[in-house]
Every structure is written in structure tokens, then in C-alpha cells.
């Protein structure tokens, strides 16, 4: 069964760049049609999709988010990262990755998450 890990700090100061990774075992990232993705919730709100990469390596941002959002992977290690630039108190959230059977920007379609992890934008 796949398992999904995030890691990174919980603390980034104002203007930074938050980064977060995703370590993903138990099946390959390349797998053919698999989507993954980084999804977060701002407390007391609901989940936002950010953004998703795809098996093939193809991205995929919300248009919210996409001029502060990248994201790339590793296929070494069987992960990929999030860099969200710019970070204000607004992007404090718990930041989940996921994966999806196919592309999708819908929380509900994602099949597998991470336990997610909690980021707070503050100096």
C-alpha cells in the first residue's frame, strides 16, 4: 500500500520560501497515470489545492497560487517538493500531499494522503 510523508519546517519567516517534500513508498511516482499533488487547509477553512505533478512530470498550479508555487520531484528518491515563494501569515496551513488516480484539483479525488503538516508563517 502506498504511504505518503511530508517533511520540512514548521516555522518559515515572512518572504521566505516555504519547501516541503513529499517522500512517497510503496509505489513508484512515475507510475503511469498516478497524480500527485500538495493540498493545504488555513486553520478554521477548508482544503486548497495548490498543485499537482503528474507521472510523466507535467505541472499543474492553481491559478491563485501559481505565480509563488513550483513543483518538481526526484525520481531517485521516489519524492517531490513544494516551493511556495513569498510566504505571508495567510499561507500558515496544514500542508497535505496526496495522489490522485488521474488529474484532478478536487480534494475528495485524491485516494492517498500524507498526514499532513503544519507550516506557521510568522517572524
Known amino acids: 500500500q502506498v504511504q505518503l510523508q511530508e517533511s520540512g519546517p514548521g516555522l518559515v519567516k515572512p518572504s521566505q520560501t516555504l519547501s516541503l517534500t513529499c517522500t512517497v513508498s510503496?509505489?513508484?511516482?512515475?507510475?503511469?497515470?498516478?497524480?500527485w499533488s500538495w493540498i493545504r487547509q488555513p486553520p478554521g477553512e477548508g482544503l486548497e489545492w495548490m498543485g499537482t505533478?503528474?507521472?510523466?512530470?507535467?505541472?499543474y498550479y492553481s491559478p491563485s497560487l501559481k505565480s509563488r508555487t513550483s513543483i518538481s520531484r526526484d525520481t531517485s528518491r521516489n519524492e517531490f517538493t513544494l516551493h511556495l515563494s513569498s510566504v505571508t501569515p495567510e499561507d500558515t496551513a496544514v500542508y497535505y500531499c496526496?495522489?490522485?488516480?488521474?488529474?484532478?484539483?478536487?480534494?475528495?479525488?485524491?485516494?492517498?494522503w500524507g498526514e499532513g503538516t503544519l507550516v506557521t508563517v510568522s517572524s
Open positions: 510503496g509505489g513508484s511516482i512515475t507510475t503511469n497515470g498516478y497524480h
Open positions: 505533478i503528474s507521472y510523466s512530470g507535467s505541472t
Open positions: 496526496a495522489r490522485a488516480s488521474g488529474l484532478s484539483t478536487n480534494p475528495g479525488d485524491m485516494g492517498y
